[in-house]
């Protein structure tokens, strides 16, 4: 149950993020190893990605891992969000090269 809190208030942060992809799909079904999953509708030419839309894909990101200290505590944080938390970092290496 607690998983499925997880996921929806990673949608939430996500959604409520300015710049963000809108949400097309959202499973609370486990596949592999997630727990959940969501998909976005990219944006019109994904190809270019503005600064804005950059840093509104790593504050989702980081929602998850956000959930988790909320839901359990600092202490009971997992390793759930450690997909969420390599496309952050990839994404924050895109800002630092790109968007200097």
Do not use: C, Y
Not at 15 to 42: C, E, M, N, S, Y
Not at 44 to 73: H, M, N, W, Y
Request: charged share 20%.
């Amino acid at each position: 149950m607690l998983e499925k809190n997880i996921t929806i208030l990673t949608v939430l942060f996500r959604t409520l993020t300015p710049g963000h992809d809108a949400v097309q799909k959202v499973t609370l079904v486990p596949r592999g190893q997630a727990r959940g999953l969501t998909w976005f509708i990219p944006a019109d030419d994904p190809t270019l990605i503005s600064k804005q839309q950059l840093f509104a894909r790593i504050v989702g990101g980081l929602g998850g891992r956000a959930a988790e200290e909320v839901i359990f505590g600092e202490s009971e944080v997992t390793t759930g969000a450690a997909g969420d938390l390599q496309q952050v970092t990839g994404l924050a290496k895109q800002v630092t090269k790109h968007l200097k």
